[in-house]
């Protein structure tokens, strides 16, 4: 399995991004796919996730300015940020786990990780 982000670059505070994470050898139909975060001197984070049976969930600093879609045809995760902050400022990761339709283990059950894509929100 191959997961690889696009999309990163430096935007002025308001703006907006897509990220794209292109996924390839992945067959599973029951999944949990996720959208994390880093920034430097800060814990990873979780931003985003979206799983087979249907459910999507957001941290709460993200609600109503980010959405984390699949377009099944493509095989590509999607991380729309709108509204960017000074405080999205990090390196994003998409990442997946296969066998389960929902997104409740731990971040440890993630066993597919993309390389990660740069996101700088800066007046």
């Known amino acids: 399995v191959e997961m690889v982000e696009s999309g990163g670059a430096s935007v002025r505070p308001g703006g907006s991004l897509r990220l794209s994470c292109a996924i390839s050898?992945?067959?599973?139909?029951?999944?949990?796919m996720a959208w994390f975060r880093q920034a430097p001197q800060k814990e990873r984070e979780g931003v985003a996730t979206?799983?087979?049976?249907?459910?999507?969930t957001y941290r709460d600093s993200v609600k109503g300015r980010f959405t984390i879609s699949r377009d099944n045809t493509k095989n590509i995760l999607y991380l729309q940020l709108n509204s960017l902050k000074p405080e999205d400022t990090a390196m994003y990761y998409c990442?997946?786990?296969?066998?389960?339709?929902?997104?409740?283990?731990?971040?440890?059950?993630?066993?597919?990780w993309g390389q990660g894509t740069q996101v700088t929100v800066s007046s």
């Open positions: 990442a997946a786990y296969g066998g389960i339709s929902h997104c409740s283990e731990p971040v440890s059950s993630f066993n597919y």
């Open positions: 050898g992945f067959t599973d139909t029951h999944y949990c």
């Open positions: 979206l799983a087979s049976g249907g459910w999507i």
